[in-house]
C-alpha cells in the first residue's frame, strides 16, 4: 500500500426535505452574498429553487443567480458568470443541480481571485491559490462533485475537454442531497449517472498498486450495491431507498474512500472525455461504451483485477483461467449496462457509426502524453485498438 | 434509509515514516503549545517520543508531557491532565498511542474551559461547549478514536465506564498513522485491536433500519479484509501491507463510513464495558467474549442480519433457514477469534470462571435503561442469559 492522505471536510447532509437547511448551512458556513448556479428548467419546475431562495431569505443572506448551465459545462458560461460576479461580489458559490452545475460554479469560485483567463487553470499554466468556497444542493447523482475538487469544463473553440484537481481549495463545505429530489430524472438521466459513478470506483479499482485489500473491497461492495440498486431503480423511478442508496454511492465513489493508497487509472475517463468534447454526448453514455472495449483489452493484456471483479462482483466463477474470467466477466458487465441501464455499449448504439477514431485518439495522446501509464501501459495504438473494440 | 449527516472532517496522514510530519501538522492547525499524552515505555523506546519531540522544536512549537496512560483510561489521569494544563496553558493536545491515550486527552481536552468536574460530562450532567483542539499519532489500531469524537473514560471510584460523544468538538484535527509503528505490538495487543475493530463495525450493522445496502457492503467489505490481513498479521508481525490494511479499517470502523442511515446497536459494547470495568480486561478481548454470546442469542431471537453476515463474509451457505446459518456463521466467528487471534471466547477463557454475572447486569441497565433498544429488544432477563452464554 502507498502512503496516502485522506481529507474529505465535506459536511453530507443527507435525506428527506434536507434542502430546507439550505440557508441555515450557507450562514453556519459564512455566507452573506451568494451566487446561485443552476441549469435548466426542472429545478424552477419542480419548486425546489423557490425553496432554496426562501431557506437564504430566511437567513438573511442576499443572492444572485446564473442559469442556464448545460450539460457537458463550457467556458462561455463560466465566463458569463465571472462577469456576474464582478458586479454581485458573492462570497459563497451555490450551485442547485449535478455535475455540470457544480463544476461550472466551482471555475467560477477559482477564476474569481485571478487576474488573467480561468482556463489557465485547465491547461497547467496557473494554479489557483485562493477561491469563493463553495456548497452544493445536488439533485442528480453522478459526477461526484459535490463531494470533490475536480471540476471539468469543455473549452468550445478548441473542443477540448480539460480537469482541474484541487482537493482542499474547491471541496465543497457542504452538499445537500435529498434522494426525493433524484426521483424525477429521466430514466437516460439515471442510468448514465449510474454508469458514470461505476466507472468512477472501476478507475480506482483498476491498479497495480498491489496489498490494498480495503479499497478493493470498498469498491467490490459499492458495485455490488450499486448494481442491486439499479436494477430497483430502472423498474421503479419512486423507489426511494433504492435512489438513496445509489445517491450516496454516486458521493463515495469519488470523495476518494476507494482511492486510498494506489495509483488509479482515469485513462478511460480520458478516452470518454475525448468522445463527449467531439460529439457532445452524455458523459455516462460515452463510459458505457468506452468501459466494455477497455476491460476487453485489459482482459488480454493485464487480466488479473478484471478477473478479480468479474469473480466478486460479477458472479463469474473462478475457473484458473484470469484472461478467460476477465472477458466473461467484462461480457457480463457490458450486457448489463445494455439490459439494465439501457445504455449504448457500441459508438454504434451511441449514434456515431463512423466516428473519427484516429482524431480522438491524437488529441487524447496529445493531452496525456505518448503512453498512458496506469493500470496497462497504453501506447497509441492500444488506445486505437480499444476506441475499435467499442464499434460495434 | 434514515436522513442522516456524514462528516469526517479529519485529516489522515498516513504511512511509512508520517511522524515526522507532526509538528508542521500541529502549526498548520495552529499549534503554539502543545500538551503530548502518552502511555508507557515504548513510545519513548522506540525513539518515537524523540521524534515527535523534534518536528515539535523545528516548527518552534513548545510543549509539555503527560506520560503514564493505562491501558482502559482512568479519571485520575484525567484529573492530572487538567492540573497539568493549568500551568502550561497548552492550545493543542497531542496524545501519541492508541485509543486510551487519545480518550485521556479528549477527556482534558473537553474538561480544560469547564469550571466543574470533568466527570459531567460522562453522566450527562453538562455537556462540553468548548475544547482544546487535538491532533493523534496512532501506535495501536483498534479503538478509531484518531477518526471519531468519542472517548471513554473509567471512574475509579464508582467502576463505571463511561462514554462522551462530541462528534463536532473532539474529533481530531488530524491523525498521522504509520503501520510501522504497530509492528512491534505484542501479539496480544495485536490481536484485541482487530477485535474491538470488528465489534466496531459489526455494531453499526446489526441495526433493524432497512434498505441500507450501502452500509451493508462496506461494512461486509471491511470484515473481509480484516480477517484476511488478520491471518497474515497474526502469522508475520511485520507484514507492512497487512498492518497497513488493519490499520485503515480500524480507522473507517470508527469515522460513520458504515454508520450511514441507521439505527446502531451499541449494547454488545456496553455489555461489555461492564466486563472491564468491573474486572480490569482488555476491551477487545472482552469483545471476543460477549460478541458471539450476543451473536448466539441474535440468531434464535432476530437472526436476519446474522445470516446475511454468515453468507456474505463467513463462508455459509444459504440453507433457506436464517437461525440455522447464523448459528453456524456464529460458531465460525467464534473458532476465528479464537484460532486466528488467540483471543479468549468465553468468561473461563478471560481467566474469570465466575464472574458477578448479576451485577454486571444490574450496572448495565441502570447505566442503559430497563430494555436495551436496538437490534433487538433486550432487558434484564436477556442480557443475564447473553452474559451467561459467554461463561464457557
Redesign the interface.
Known sequence: ??????????????????ESQTGELCKRYGATRVMIVYGGGSVVRSGLLEKVKESLQAQGISFCELPGVHPNPIDTKVYEGLELAKSFQPDFMLPVGGGSTIDTAKAIAAGYYYEGDFWDFYIGKAKPVKALPLGVVLTIPAAGSEGSGNTVITNTRTHVKNGLRMPMLLRPKFAVMN?ELTMTLPAWQTASGISDMMAHILERYLSNT?????G???A???L???M??AERVMKDPMD??AR??IM??GT?AHND?CS??RQEDWFSHAMEHEISAEYDVTHGAGLAVIFPAFLQYASTHNPHKVAQLAHRVLGVADSGNPSHDALQGTMVLKTWLHDVLHMPVTFAQLGIPSPDLELMNTRLHKLKGEILNGYMQLDAAATLEIYKLALD
Not at 210 to 214: A, F, R
Request: proline share 7%.
Open positions: 500500500m502507498n502512503n496516502f492522505t485522506f481529507y474529505s471536510p465535506t459536511e453530507f447532509v443527507f435525506g428527506r426535505g434536507t434522494p498491489p496489498e490494498v485489500q480495503i478493493d473491497r470498498l467490490e461492495g459499492m455490488l450495491a450499486i442491486e440498486m426511494y431507498d438513496a442508496n450516496w454511492c463515495i474512500t486510498l493508497g
